[in-house]
């Protein structure tokens, strides 16, 4: 089928998408980032990404991605937003959509992020990235700084099982800041949407820390009657 000759006299632009992919470990907020393999900038640092595919969405493209680079199939995105500066790409007029994504790091294929040059950072060692990555990077802590809030998105960066001082260590990084420990505990404990195990980590101290385990269904339902999540 022919295009339309008003489609056919505009100009044609490639879309990408660009993933900022978060994670926790060893007590810090990690980004993954990879060696780029093509020109131009061939073998600087650049957030995962790729261009869509013909009969592909965005959000489908973004996830085809995380897949591919991470292994994981079930990944909290969100979409951050466009970036179009008309020299933003020094290859060719590409424009993208940027996601944000949370992953627990303990999940997603060492080898396959390995063989895509991939590597875990924590935040104060990010180097200089290609092109607008840096700038989407900051959009992107931002818009995660603001979420978690008033959301409990920082649940999809734990394990399932958790210490409280390890969810305390979580929040303290997402917003790079100090926080209160007892204020903390009582404010997570208030809202009754944390399970706590009989099981103890031990592996701080002889007598450890009680392990906990987030309630999705449970916080669901008193969402449902009001209750305002706030870290």
């Known amino acids: 089928m ?5 489609y056919a006299s505009v100009p044609r632009h490639l879309v990408a998408v660009d993933c900022i992919i978060f994670g926790f470990e060893d ?4 980004l993954l980032i990879i060696k780029r393999k093509v020109d131009p900038m061939e073998g600087a640092w650049s957030l995962v990404g790729g261009f869509v595919q013909e ?9 085809r991605v995380l897949r591919q680079t991470t292994g994981i199939h079930d990944i909290y995105m969100d979409q951050l ?11 060719a007029r590409v424009i993208s959509i940027a996601y944000y994504a949370l992953i627990r790091i303990s999940e997603h294929d060492r080898l396959l992020a390995n063989a895509h040059g991939a590597h875990w950072l924590s935040l104060h060692q990010i180097p200089e ?3 607008d990555h840096n700038k989407m990077l900051s959009d992107a802590l931002t818009r995660l700084r603001d979420k978690a809030h008033f959301h409990p998105i920082g649940f999809e960066l734990l394990p399932e099982k958790f210490t409280l001082p390890q969810l305390r260590n979580l929040y303290e990084e997402i917003y790079q800041r100090p926080l209160d420990k007892r204020n903390f505990r ?3 404990l208030a809202m009754d949407i944390l399970e706590k195990l009989e099981e103890k980590d031990k592996s701080t101290s002889k007598k450890g820390a009680h392990l906990y385990r987030f309630d999705r269904l ?5 969402a449902r009657h009001g209750l305002v999540f706030e870290i």
């Open 218 to 222: 449970k916080y669901d339902a008193l």
């Open 81 to 91: 937003q466009s970036y179009g500066d008309t020299g933003r790409d020094t290859g």
């Open 2 to 6: 022919s295009p339309d000759p008003f």
């Open 129 to 131: 990235l290609i092109f």
């Open 27 to 30: 007590g810090k907020l990690k």
């Open 186 to 188: 009582k404010k997570i």
């Open 55 to 63: 009969g592909e969405s965005t959000d489908h493209a973004a996830i």
